[in-house]
């Protein structure tokens, strides 16, 4: 059978903190069939959370276990080979060494996934289980991720997540502070719960769990909690009734791991990460009013591979990724007083324009997506310095964490905030100087229309309506309508159209007409 | 085959005490159980006590070891069965011979170090390993007993009767004599080295299971044999007494025929050595000559953790060639100066000096059974047909599998099937990849050949051969090696597990996508032993058989954790806790008063733990019916313990080797089958496979095999309550031979398919092959 006749064969590879994992998947009838999983233990956190290193014999096991894994892939002729990290990866001193040395050694490519992507892939793959079981609650629902390496914790609105924030000390990293922590205290729990309680106080999202029902956890340990709780998996997820959670809590608390792994016959490292993630869980349920903990499959490597085998569900995971961010990003603007109505008034104008100069910029959608991020939070810096808002702007921009946002696309948001009609970005800049190269070309092009758009609603009015973006003879024309004052608003926009036109090349003009007949 | 169905329908007993063997070296590979279990008094037990699952009292349990005996004791009354064929009477009794060889080898060997470290912790039958020796070594006396009457008291003079006799070189003719020392001169004497034994040449290494002839000797040359001890009177003897060893080379075969009246006419090979001896010693006199053979402990230490397993199992193999041995044969009427002399020379307990008839090793007559131009005194030839009723009509395999689950009885129908699927794999262009688990393989075997040359033809193709398979080591370890030269992935197994399971998965790439075929089956991937062993192998390409298989291979090869089977029973990872939870819920159905019952077959039933839950059950009332080929530890039958059980062992020209578990459970049964026993060893010490029969169809014909099974009459041996085996009474029913019986239903769906197809106007997709090469 010839090749190009067959479906397409995928391979995920995810490097976790404790094992490394590998699907291989195909498309049959048009959904997502998984072939092949394999999970070998791969022990990254323990060194890295230990010493902040991978270790030699460490890179050994994982080039190993990815030796393994290619004779997996050779056997099905697979297309495809997506390989990623998360934390311990990330976390590491020596990340590129170990990348370079697994590269030479297997030809694998290792992305290294942020922790927001991270995030974000795994809340996509939670919702789209509870939707396709008709779980989604339609209310306002905590959603969690116990991993080895950080606690994520979210908000949503019964339509979209509108904030998140992440913990950076997952179970492992708990595991090494309960070994010193335990010497002193039998009662862990509380040292949990007090932490929790302080990170959720700096977001005043302790406020937003008060009058939550439902919660949505997931995590390695989640399916050993179920089965000890007696609860199965049905549905797509388990539901786990917060009762039997602290059940067995009260019952394991005063236990050393060495005696839970007898009693329930698992390995002392699952006893062990089983307390300290229960402990985490019902921290996080005690701020809610829940009852029950959904517990949905929720494999970022479903839908990592998804989205290479099927093109829609890449469009889906994109749409959701906006989604997320500007709602995100939208509660972040409220949190700093941003007007809301100017954000959406020069986004919906950027927007426009980078969808008519779609043939000159050559930028993606993800970039279109970054411009929006820039609209939504560009005036940020208000609330921190109304002298220096743009350089507190861009610090605020880029240092916020936002779910299904990289550190590249906020540090790109943020740079195109940077400026206004007065402000405009070139090498002297040493923000913009210590932009990779190919992100400053990004940067202007974004930064050129942002800035257009902007001073088109210099006095934050919105005094031009029915406006339209077209290209008239090699120049981008702007045109609305408005029977007031434009002055400004000219004044700034000409400020901005010698950069625009060196950026693309194109010519700007505005074309206002009255709107009295 | 005569008629079967005119046989044993007269009450024929076996008891415990009364031992005779048959074949399967797969009983024999376990470790001795620890002491699990306290002291078990199954006599005051069968003496009507009421027995208690307390930790205290505990239930029954026979001990494995003299239930091993007791099923050799079951083979050798096939030998003794005077309406089988002779000549198939004598591979039985050849079978009793390598069997207990093997039992030596193994299980006695076991016992005897135990016995000689002192140890003293008693079994989960009760018994130290004193007390078992001492018993095994009674058991063992007797039963051999019985093998030398079986021969010289009913098979011998039955042969002669059909014109076979052996005779020895002093009843033989000026004509025979000349033809043996022909042979002597020109096939013996250049192979056969005789080693002297003084104190500067000591006492030869001897092979395991080696035939040997001691010479004593008068020596006349000093230049040979240096002079030593005194008499009283201190003067140097003339002529020194000595001791020489000559062995039967192992590579001839042991019997001769040489030129008779009629018929046929053989002489043991040790008969014209001994008759033609003085020409090694010439000079010499030879005062006696004494065959005796010599059975080594032949278990492997083997380090798993060592770098490079394949290189410790080849050390291994070489250390079990010189193990400790375990027991000495001897002739009756052996010469008692030579008799001493190997017994201070050997170091053997007393207990393991076996005095028997001629000849030693009663193995020759396995081979001896297939001597030529004697068909007739020979089961008939069983011809398995082929191709099987399922996949009748299909050229391409893997279609026939695509449009339904596929069964095939073997050796009733040809494993062909198997090979073919295989081959057709190799050389499918669509087919990615080929997995498969090797754990007996034959001489030529044709899978080997398949998978080499899917390999050549650029297939992934992974092979794990367990090179632990005991007695097969070597030649695994040469398949392995020809495999990997071919290119082929092979690994060797996990530490500590030996991997039993038989299992090969076919990765296809199809027009929708991968498609994984599998065979799953009950016997190895062996065309020799699947033409004499009857196994039950099924094809499917569902799903989650499929990723439960890659799931599998994945673990074997290190690749990845066990992964959660949806479908498939695997040891060690759940299969105990399925088997144990199945039992249990037949349990619970039966105190609801729900439908229940279990109907299992297998090789083996030894393990306590799920003994003691079939005991649970039979006290709920869940009837019980277990096929149980060889050693069984369960004791049926006794009161307020097992009286819902019964046992019995299906011993007959074919080696019953299939698997089958069956369910009642709540009146939807449910029927698995696989690779695994009821023994510790495979519960919880080897990979093993059980899987479901989920396709209707399959279902009602599983159903109705062990249904058939049950049924024997002809067969079937009833263990009692006393542990005594005793043919069923046909009361009035038709005999029923249930390997004939399958026999006969294959023919019939196979002529019944041909007929249609003659009759149909419409052409089949592939005309079948009409042609069964394969025969028994």
Redesign the interface.
Known sequence: ?K?N???K?AALIDIGSS?TRMQIA????GKM?????????VALGRDVYATGRVSQTTVRELIK?LE??L??I????VSDVTAVTTTALRRAKNRDLVLDQVKIRTGIDIRVLEDNEEKSLIYYEMIRTLRESSALPDETTLFSFVGSGSVGIAFYNGRTMYDSMTVPTGALQLGEMFRSIQQTTDDFGHVIADYIHSMLTYDNLEVDCRNIRHVVFTGSMISVIAAMTDCPFTGGMYRIPVEKMRALYDEIRAQRPESIAIRYKVSIRIAEMLYLSLALYLSLVSFTQADTVLSPRSDMSDCLIRSVLIPAELAAYRDYLLDIVLSCAATTADFYHCNKAHSEYIRDISLKMFDRLSSQHSLSQRDRAVLELACVLHECGHAVSARHHLQSGYDVIRHTDLIGATKGDMLLAATIARYNELEEPDLSDPEFESLPEDSRTRAAKLTAIFRAANALDNTHTEKLSDITVRMREETLEIAGRTNENMYLERYAFEQCAAYFTDVFGTGIRLRVRSALK | MPDDRKKKDKKKVTTSKENTPYTSMENLNESIPGAAFPTVKTDVIAAGVKPLSQPENPYPYYNRELSWVDFDARVLDEAYETENPVLERCRFLGITGSNLDEFFMVRVAGVQVQVDHKYSKRDVSGLTPEQLYKMLSDKIHDFSEKQYSCLRRSILPTLRHEGIEFIRPDKMNEQQLSFIRSYFDKVLFPVLTPLAIDSSRPFPFLANKSLNICVRLKVTDPADYERKGKDKKGKGKERQEAFAVVQVPGILQRFLEIPGEAGHTFCLLEDIIIRFMDRLFEGNEILSCSPFRLTRNSDLEIDEDSEDLLIEIRESIKKRKRGKPVRLELMSGCDPATAKFLTGQLDVHKEAIYVENSPLDLTLFSKFANIEGEDRLRYPKLTPVNPPADFWGYSDIFQAIRDKDRMVHHPYESFDSVVSFVRQAADDPDVLAIKETLYRVSGHSPIIAALIRAAENGKQVTVLVELKARFDEENNINWALKLEHAGCHVIYGLVGLKTHCKITLVVRQEEDGIRRYLHMGTGNYNDSTAKLYTDIGMFTCREPFGADASGLFNFLSGYSRPPIFSEMIVAPHGMRDTFEALIRHETDNAKKGLPSGITAKVNSLVDPQIINLLYDASRAGVRIRLIVRGICCLIPGLSGVSENITVISIVGQLLEHSRIFRFENGGNPRIFMGSADWMPRNLDRRVELVFPILDEDLKKRAFAILDMIWSDNVNARQMMSNKEYVHIEHRGRPAVNSQQEFIHIAREKFEERQAAQMASPAHPKESPRSAEEDEI
Do not use: H, T, W
């Open positions: 059978m090749a006749r067959c479906p064969v094992e195909q498309v049959r009838k069939d998984r072939i092949e999983a394999l999970s070998y233990p276990a393994g894994f004779n997996v050779r056997e099905y002729a």
